[in-house]
């Protein structure tokens, strides 16, 4: 390589204006830095934008998740049927709530959860099924929510990767039961830490509020008593999940330019294509008819047969680049603590035979073309480099 390295391109980073800043600092000078008007400002936006009736924001997408559950009733004894290529938290939220999350093996193709496979898993304790938007397209929403609705459950669907993206011509957000977003700072806009739950239905609206703050509600119309106008009662065990004004405001701000955002993602994504596509040693994300992605990740697969190096030594020549590849997903069984409660090795085969083979290529808004153009010509040259035949 070079004796110049390219300055380092992380696989994900956010996109900060001064109009961001500006919003931030405006509540920083207001009265309220949290339980201000910023949060259901924010709250109001995100629903207007993906077309549901309700949002409620949360300290982070995690403790979202954890609200659908509760508000989806899920609890000791239960099944969450979700996918094992995920960040852990969309199993985990299903484990504080005491109940089992069982997985569903992926679809080759689309690395989503394969709807198939979830009907194998249904039985009598069934509650819900969290499958998520892998990298940004869509999962097979139709039939899982056939499936939902055949068989009683509700539907959770972690967007963390998909704030934007369509499916059929809807904006994922308005499909399921409920829709959680995450605002981390590598998703597609940010909040520092934050997360919402999207929802048509008033009673989820309601539980998904009153979780965030303790289980207290202070409205009249869902008291037991009322002592007086200092009167609150705490009906449940919730949390302080609470995003502040702070984060709130950052988050309108942002959302003002996701569109803008996708489209140069897309536009990023369209030179990946056309650079990769016709390499025989990788395989570039498939991209189903019925959604149209937001583009989260760009992940490639290594084929292995026709490399000389393993996936492993050239994520390390990548990373030797300076280019700051990433891989998703460890497959959520695999972990040790998952392991410890039983999960096995062996049993979601195509989720592990594609953590095998991954890589993900950097892929933010404010990637110049120049940046991506080193990218590809990094990966075309150590594919030129260690091609077997
Ligand atoms: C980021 C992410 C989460 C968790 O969101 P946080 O806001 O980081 O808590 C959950 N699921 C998936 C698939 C994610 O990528």
Redesign the pocket.
Same mark, same amino acid.
């Given at each position: 390589m070079e004796n110049s390295k390219h300055p380092f391109i992380p696989y994900g980073r956010q996109s900060i204006d001064e109009d961001d800043i500006q919003a931030v600092v405006d509540v920083l000078k207001s009265d309220y830095l949290t339980t201000g008007p910023e949060v259901e400002k924010f709250e109001a936006k995100v629903a207007d934008y993906v077309g549901a009736k309700y949002a409620v924001a949360f300290s982070? /997408?995690?403790a979202a998740?954890h609200a659908a559950c509760f508000a989806a009733c899920v609890g000791n004894g239960d099944e969450v049927i979700t996918t094992p290529m995920?960040?852990v938290?969309?199993a985990n939220c299903v484990l504080y709530q005491g109940a089992k999350p069982v997985f569903a093996d992926i679809d080759p193709e689309t690395y989503n959860i394969d709807p198939d496979g979830i009907r194998k898993k249904i039985n009598g304790n069934t509650k819900a099924i969290l499958p998520?938007d892998f990298t940004g397209q869509p999962c097979n929403l139709d039939e899982i929510m056939e499936l939902a609705k055949e068989h009683n459950l509700i539907v959770i669907e972690?967007a963390?990767?998909a704030i934007g993206a369509t499916y059929k011509d809807s904006k994922v957000g308005s499909i399921a039961d409920m829709t959680m977003f995450?605002?981390?700072p590598v998703?597609h806009i940010t909040t520092g830490? /934050?997360?919402m739950i999207t929802t048509d239905n008033k009673d989820l609206y309601e539980k998904l509020h009153q979780f965030r703050t303790h289980g207290i509600t202070r409205d009249p119309s869902l008291l037991n008593e009322n002592d007086g106008p200092w009167y609150y009662e705490m009906q449940f065990l919730g949390y302080n999940y609470r995003i502040t004004d702070i984060q709130a405001a950052l988050g309108s701000s942002q959302l003002d330019k996701l569109e803008g955002f996708i489209e140069r993602r897309r536009e990023i994504v369209g030179q990946y294509n056309k650079a990769f596509r016709s390499l025989n040693e990788l395989i570039t994300p498939f991209q189903h008819t019925d959604g149209d992605s937001s583009w989260h990740l760009y992940v490639i697969q290594l084929k292995k047969d026709l490399l000389s190096i393993d996936r492993k030594q050239f994520f390390e020549e990548l990373r030797q680049a300076n280019i700051g590849v990433n891989v998703h997903y460890i497959p959520v069984h695999l972990q040790p603590y998952y392991q410890e409660l039983g999960y096995k090795k062996g049993d979601y085969p195509i989720a592990e035979d594609l953590y095998e083979q991954t890589i993900s290529l950097p892929l933010f808004p404010t990637m110049t073309n120049e940046d991506v153009q080193y990218v590809i010509d990094t990966v075309k040259g150590l594919i030129k480099e260690h091609q077997i035949g």
């Open positions: 982070n /997408g995690t998740l995920t960040f938290a969309s998520v972690d963390a990767h995450s605002f981390h998703k830490e /934050g997360g």
